[in-house]
């Protein structure tokens, strides 16, 4: 599996856009890159998948370059709700069962 | 849809008693999952099923550890003997195989050994 690296933390304000940049220099031809947040005391909740360009839904958008080496996840005027931990992940989708969770960014947001 | 099931949601238990924590994944999905989660290590894939097969065990830290799928619609995860370093936050998932990494998980199941 593509290893990724993200930011530990960042801090944003209310109404801001966040960018999250995450890296996969191995990524592999097959490989999708995924987004999830984690909220203190729940489980991860899947944000946003894509495999190149730019991929919106109505959470965020998830922009890719063309080298497929980085990515980064982009959150619409953000509230103090968002704040939580992001992780990307990336591999292949017909094996979901190697999922590797790094250590993600945790966003504050503040007011 | 109620989402993945986890019980107990809470679990304090002494060193060297049995613990097992439960899973009902969502109906339909053909895959499921065993994580862990603890500050020092992040979120680690203990093991996963696919139509009740498991697949892949190797991140099951010791023999202490065993995971069950008997039907489609419950899972278990024991440990006996527990430790106190067990004590994690324990998440199951599930998804539909092969269709994308958008895992479903459950609230998770807090378990404190002392």
């Known amino acids: 599996l593509a290893k990724t690296t993200q930011p530990i933390s960042m801090d944003s304000y209310e109404g801001q856009e966040v960018n999250i940049t995450c890296s996969h220099n191995n990524i592999a031809t097959n490989d999708y890159i995924t987004w999830y947040q984690q909220f203190p005391s729940q489980g991860p909740r899947f944000i946003i998948q894509g495999y190149k360009t730019k991929v919106t839904n109505e959470v965020a958008s998830l922009f890719i370059p063309a080298d497929r080496k980085s990515s980064t996840l982009s959150l619409p005027r953000v509230s103090l709700s968002d704040t939580a931990v992001y992780y990307c992940?990336?591999?292949?989708?017909?094996?979901?069962?190697?999922?590797?969770f790094g250590d993600g960014t945790t966003l504050t947001v503040k007011p | 849809d109620a989402g993945v099931i986890q019980s107990p949601r809470h679990e304090v238990t002494e060193m060297g008693q049995e613990v097992t924590l439960r899973c009902k994944p969502i109906s339909g999905h053909n895959s499921l999952f065993w994580y862990r989660q603890t500050m020092m290590r992040g979120l680690e894939l203990l093991i996963y099923?696919?139509?009740?097969?498991?697949?892949?065990d190797s991140g099951m830290p010791e023999d202490r550890f065993s995971a069950k799928m008997p039907n489609a619609s419950f899972s278990t995860l024991k440990i006996q003997p527990s430790e106190p370093r067990d004590s994690a936050v324990y998440f199951c998932?599930?998804?539909?195989?092969?269709?994308?990494?958008?895992?479903?998980f459950g609230p998770g199941t807090r378990l404190t050994v002392t």
């Open positions: 992940l990336v591999g292949d989708n017909t094996n979901a069962g190697k999922s590797t």
């Open positions: 998932a599930s998804n539909e195989q092969g269709l994308s990494y958008e895992q479903y």
């Open positions: 099923f696919n139509n009740n097969v498991p697949i892949d």
